[in-house]
């Protein structure tokens, strides 16, 4: 939309986006999927306001400003707090819950069950629960992985791997994404693609998976593989820490392997930032069509409940510009993608 319109001390708004950014940020590490991206919709708009927004009625004008939204800004502007951070700031069990929800691979309900088990630190979870040797390492490295990751440093893992991989092999290409693709200053992750022009994934896969990745931990850059809770892995992805020759912070890192043929559609998809690939996807469906991270598909049969009923006729796969251009979107650098 419009990145340069950010410069926040100047923007009217400023105080009220403060706040509702710190709201924001609270329910993203509930995740609270739902809200995390109400509140994204309506900072956006409200970064774009050039008059201060003080009214719930003139709240509500705004596109993706809803009534609740709305009344918050409302109190925002008169109060110059939220009653609702504030109180859930105090709440001693609420700080326990987003905690626990910061140990990698801890989603909502195991954190819930620490919970209920009667565990209200790190160390009762080291001492007293039995966990996951993701969850361990997850709890080992917490303050590892919840620190930001200089734009400099992204480029230093992007590097050694792409390094080790071409003494395997000079042919793969690694390319950084996720929010260092966007121009982000630093990172939650590192996100990388490896391909091979005119290779199969198969051939990829064995050279990756049974070369790059043991190299890798035998130079003591890899640390651990961690087990994702999301969907299974159908071979192309590894999860895991790094660490640079040196240093004794470990960050997280992803590999995904892309054929050539689906290269287009997994730049689109691995930069999102995530708003960006929604709003993409749903302008494929209405369009009759169909975006995933492999490619652009027509012609998907759709049951009553929208279900599919086969994976449709691909259209573009390969080049990321075609698929702007077949959903008659102007193209928008990676830098742009910031919703
Ligand atoms: N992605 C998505 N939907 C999700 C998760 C990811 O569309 N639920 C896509 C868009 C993301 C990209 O994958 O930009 C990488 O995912 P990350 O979780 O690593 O997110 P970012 O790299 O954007 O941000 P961060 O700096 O927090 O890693
Ligand atoms: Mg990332
Ligand atoms: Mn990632």
Known sequence: ???????????????????????????????????????????????????????KEEALALPF???????????????????????????????????????YGAGLSQANKWIQAGYRSLEDLVTKARLTESQKIGIQHYDDFAARIPRAEVEQHGNFVRGTLNRIDKGFQ????????????????????????????????NIVFEQLVPMLFSLNFFKVALATSHRTNDGTKWHGASCLPGSKVWRRLDLLLVPEEEMGAALLYFTG???????????????????????????????????????????????????????????????????
């Open 1 to 55: 939309m419009n990145p340069g319109a950010n410069n926040n001390s100047q923007n009217p708004n400023a105080r009220t986006i403060e706040v509702l950014d710190q709201m924001c940020k609270y329910y993203d590490q509930m995740q609270d999927q739902w809200r995390t991206l109400a509140y994204r919709k309506g900072i956006a708009t409200l970064r774009k306001q050039d008059t201060k927004i003080s009214t």
């Open 65 to 103: 400003i809803g009534s609740r939204l709305a009344e918050k800004i409302e109190e925002i502007v008169l109060t110059n707090r939220l009653r609702k951070l504030d109180n859930t700031r105090d709440d001693p069990l609420d700080q326990v819950l987003r905690l626990f929800l910061g140990v």
């Open 273 to 339: 930032n995530d708003i960006f690939n929604r709003s993409m996807r749903l302008l494929a469906s209405k369009k009759g069509m169909r975006l995933n991270q492999r490619g652009l598909y027509r012609d998907v049969v759709r049951g009553r409940n929208r279900e599919k009923l086969n994976e449709g006729t691909l259209v573009e796969g390969r080049d990321e510009k075609k698929i702007f251009e077949i959903l008659g979107v102007p193209w928008r650098k990676p830098t742009e993608r910031i919703c």
């Open 174 to 205: 690694v390319t950084v994404m996720g929010s260092y693709r966007r121009g982000a200053k630093d990172s939650g992750d590192i996100d990388l693609i490896i391909t091979k022009s005119a290779t199969s994934l198969a051939v990829m896969r």
